[in-house]
């Protein structure tokens, strides 16, 4: 069974940073996309960033280019979210997402998807 568990959310000034986990279990996920979506209140789920386990390519959202870096631990089967010059609209729950066989022009696609973590919350103060 799959599983995705993300840690790391919390309450931070605007210019900070955080850095999100997403611990993987359940498969080999050598082959997966991993994906990174956030939420705010009222809004829909929107597309931050994805890249394949390999690291052959990633895709950010131009709203996160240069302040956001996505990486992996092989060894730990854990996927980071590095989140810099925090900004208050980058407030919204973020999500963990993993799909097994994507490409990269879907790889922003919620829908995409196959697997999904909890979420954690980021509230980022003004």
């Known amino acids: 069974q799959v599983q995705l568990v993300e840690s790391g959310g919390g309450l931070v000034q605007a210019g900070g940073s955080l850095r999100l986990s997403c611990a993987a279990s359940?498969?080999?996920?050598?082959?997966?996309?991993m994906g990174w979506f956030r939420q705010a209140p009222g809004k829909e789920r929107e597309f931050v960033v994805a890249g394949i386990w390999s690291g052959r390519w990633t895709r950010y959202a131009d709203s996160v280019k240069g302040r956001f870096t996505i990486s992996r631990d092989n060894a730990k089967n854990t996927v980071y979210l590095q989140m810099n010059s925090l900004k208050p609209e980058d407030t919204a729950v973020y999500y963990c997402?993993?799909?097994?066989?994507?490409?990269?022009?879907?790889?922003?696609?919620?829908?995409?998807?196959?697997?999904w973590g909890q979420g954690t919350q980021v509230t980022v103060s003004s």
């Open positions: 997402a993993a799909a097994l066989v994507t490409y990269y022009s879907e790889s922003s696609s919620a829908s995409t998807y196959n697997y």
């Open positions: 359940g498969r080999t996920f050598s082959s997966y996309v």
